[in-house]
């Protein structure tokens, strides 16, 4: 039963949010990889309501055994998960969308430079990559909640972090991609999308 599995609240709480920004910006048909499926329950859920993609949920090892669980569900349309590790093993292709949650907080600063540099050269020319998760603008929290959030996310690790939003803006710029969208979603995060 799904209650035996590992559940996030937060997944199920802005699983609505999201789809909405995808449906707007992931309507031709395609191949979009997730990067850090988590749980899975997005991947379960999401390629569900979006058939005319072909979803790619990836994430560390260890992590896959929990993906797979949450892909047994009847309406998911996801691919079996595959390993991605991003400051390393990239697949050997190029997907139309590239799509994430709440990693780039939990990623160093480095690893997120990765990711986007990685993520750019994994994309198609008009391809998009859409990141959803807590930011700053302009070095300011958003709210105390996120303030409080990154201390003890600091306290895990240092090298953790909610990241500016003009920094991820310029580490895309870098590589010939501009942010086309910007989503203000419940519980403070936002979705920011560039091609």
């Not at 979006?50 to 949920?57: D, E, G, K, S, V």
């Not at 691919?79 to 939990?106: C, E, K, S």
């Amino acid at each position: 039963m799904i209650s035996e599995r590992p559940f996030s609240q937060a997944c199920e709480n802005n699983k609505g949010p999201i789809l909405s920004v995808l449906r707007e910006h992931c309507q031709a048909p395609g191949t979009l990889l997730e990067i850090g499926a988590g749980t899975g329950q997005h991947a379960a859920w999401l390629s569900g309501q979006l058939p005319h993609l072909t979803w790619q949920p990836s994430d560390v090892a260890e992590n896959l055994p929990v993906v797979r669980q949450w892909l047994e569900e009847p309406d998911s349309k996801a691919l079996a998960p595959i390993v991605l590790d991003v400051g390393r093993t990239w697949p050997d292709q190029r997907f139309d969308y590239l799509y994430t949650a709440n990693t780039f907080h939990i990623m160093s600063r480095e690893l997120v430079t990765s990711c986007i540099e990685e993520g750019c050269r994994h994309l198609t020319p008009n391809g998009r990559f859409l990141i959803y998760g807590p930011f700053r603008i302009n070095g300011r929290y958003t709210s105390d909640s996120n303030a409080a959030f990154e201390s003890w996310l600091k306290d895990i690790d240092p090298l953790r972090g909610i990241r500016d939003k003009e920094w991820i803006e310029e580490e895309f710029a870098r590589h010939g991609r501009r942010m086309i969208g910007e989503y203000d979603l419940p519980a403070n995060n936002m979705m920011l999308v560039f091609e």
